[in-house]
T-cell receptor, first 111, second 111 residues
Framework: DVKVTQSSRYLVKRTGEKVFLECVQDMDHENMFWYRQDPGLGLRLIYF???????EKGDIPEGYSVSREKKERFSLILESASTNQTSMYLCASSLTPYEQYFGPGTRLTVT | TQLLEQSPQFLSIQEGENLTVYCNSSSVFSSLQWYRQEPGEGPVLLVTVVTGGEVKKLKRLTFQFGDARKDSSLHITAAQPGDTGLYLC???????????FGKGTKLSVIP
């Protein structure tokens, strides 16, 4: 079974802090994704990566950056957290152009 | 921009009833996936359909991809409380690694 793990299930940070969200997958997948999920807005793609050190902007990249130094690890960085970044953050990986496998999510609260 | 509309948004039914949820678009998708998400967890992939007219069955769940590959449906027979969750459809365009998600159908099955 594919396993995607995220470093924290719940996180509380203060406005202006730098926040790192880590994601690790164990299936040697080329593609990794970061989404945020908000009520009424669904899942929105922040960034994705189709290879080590490669990254592409998704639909809502503003205020975020990513890092992929190793194939199995994809990090999402909030350079200066703001209250409007309070959300559920979901990481996913895939081998094919579809069939993404999701981690359990990190519920981030910025106060 | 490809959009997927799901209906209904909310569905509350009694255990043992049948139900159908719909996923519609004006765009053609090369594949379509259905996911189920439980509160506080990441989405879990249920099925992928890739051929127009394709029907797949997963125990009491039946998935259909429209002939024109613009729509899909999920039918649940004899719903059980364990079916409760958010059902998401997601599609990929030709040659794309990005999923377009619908906003989901929140199903509650009352014992």
């Amino acid at each position: 079974d594919v396993k995607v793990t995220q470093s924290s299930r719940y996180l509380v940070k203060r406005t202006g802090e730098k926040v790192f969200l880590e994601c690790v997958q164990d299936m040697d997948h080329e593609n990794m994704f970061w989404y945020r999920q908000d009520p009424g807005l669904g899942l929105r793609l922040i960034y994705f990566s189709y290879d080590v050190k490669m990254k592409e902007k998704g639909d809502i990249p503003e205020g975020y950056s990513v890092s992929r130094e190793k194939k199995e690890r994809f990090s999402l960085i909030l350079e200066s957290a703001s209250t409007n970044q309070t959300s559920m953050y979901l990481c996913a990986s895939s081998l094919t152009p579809y069939e993404q496998y999701f981690g359990p999510g990190t519920r981030l609260t910025v106060t | 921009t490809q959009l997927l509309e799901q209906s209904p948004q909310f569905l509350s039914i009694q255990e043992g009833e049948n139900l159908t949820v719909y996923c519609n678009s004006s765009s053609v998708f090369s594949s379509l996936q259905w996911y189920r998400q439980e509160p506080g967890e990441g989405p879990v992939l249920l099925v992928t359909v890739v051929t127009g007219g394709e029907v797949k069955k997963l125990k009491r769940l039946t998935f259909q991809f429209g002939d024109a590959r613009k729509d899909s449906s999920l039918h649940i027979t004899a719903a059980q409380p364990g079916d409760t969750g958010l059902y998401l459809c997601a599609g990929t365009g030709a040659g794309s690694y990005q999923l377009t998600f619908g906003k989901g159908t929140k199903l509650s099955v009352i014992p």
